[in-house]
């Protein structure tokens, strides 16, 4: 298996931009994940899929987020307008929703994102 | 509120034992992580606990004890490669899967 897949693998932009970015889950997983990772901060859930359905969005910053998932193979993390505090590592994970398995969480290579 | 506390940073010596620990805060419990992250890389599994005592991976054992919302990662015959930061990350209360990352401890390995 690839893994998960996530793109553009870095990102520069400008302050009042829209930034789009994408993510491929593992075939077969039943849950995606969005997350941010700066150094004040961490790594910190944005927001998760089960079923392609969105379940928690609770960390999604502010309304100038929003992220889809439109089918079980491709998901969607859109920030407009960006701002430079927005810069940050951004993260797609994808895992099994299998009961009683030993469910971890595999992460793509991140985007860095950098918006001047 | 949901809290997860871990040192910062710690210094080990290839070759020795070390040991990092985690206490937690949440409002439920539904499982405990470790993940493994290099600079510059994505996270990557280490080992999950759900019940009390140790599970032993090779060189790399994980701790829990869910009364005393405490847990600990264990690395023996520490490796140069082993250099990295370990975040420690508790599942909440309900089965949706939402997990709370603590902010990492960054282990540097001396020779």
């Known amino acids: 298996d690839a893994g998960v897949i996530q793109s553009p693998r870095h990102e520069v932009t400008e302050m009042g931009q829209e930034v789009t970015l994408r993510c491929k889950p593992i075939?077969?997983?039943?849950?995606l994940f969005w997350y941010r990772q700066t150094m004040m901060r961490g790594l910190e859930l944005l927001i998760y899929?089960?079923?392609?359905?969105?379940?928690?969005d609770s960390g999604m910053p502010e309304d100038r987020f929003s992220a889809k998932m439109p089918n079980a193979s491709f998901s969607t993390l859109k920030i407009q307008p960006s701002e430079p505090r927005d810069s940050a590592v951004y993260f797609c994970?994808?895992?099994?929703?299998?009961?009683?398995?030993?469910?971890?969480?595999?992460f793509g290579p991140g985007t860095r994102l950098l918006v001047l | 509120g949901q809290n997860i506390d871990q040192p910062t940073e710690m210094t080990a010596t290839e070759g020795a034992i070390v040991q990092i620990n985690c206490t937690y805060q949440?409002?439920?419990?539904?499982?405990l992580f470790w993940y493994q992250q290099h600079a510059g890389e994505a996270p990557t599994f280490l080992s999950y606990n759900v019940l009390d005592g140790l599970e032993e991976k090779g060189r790399f054992s994980s701790f829990l004890s869910r009364s005393k919302g405490y847990s600990y990662l264990l690395l023996k015959e520490l490796q140069m490669k082993d250099s990295a930061s370990y975040l420690c990350a508790v599942r909440g209360v309900n089965r949706d899967d939402k997990i709370i990352f603590g902010k990492g401890t960054r282990l540097h390995i001396l020779p």
């Open positions: 899929f089960n079923n392609n359905v969105p379940i928690d």
């Open positions: 994970a994808s895992s099994s929703g299998d009961l009683g398995a030993r469910e971890t969480q595999y």
């Open positions: 949440t409002s439920g419990f539904n499982g």
């Open positions: 075939s077969g997983h039943d849950y």
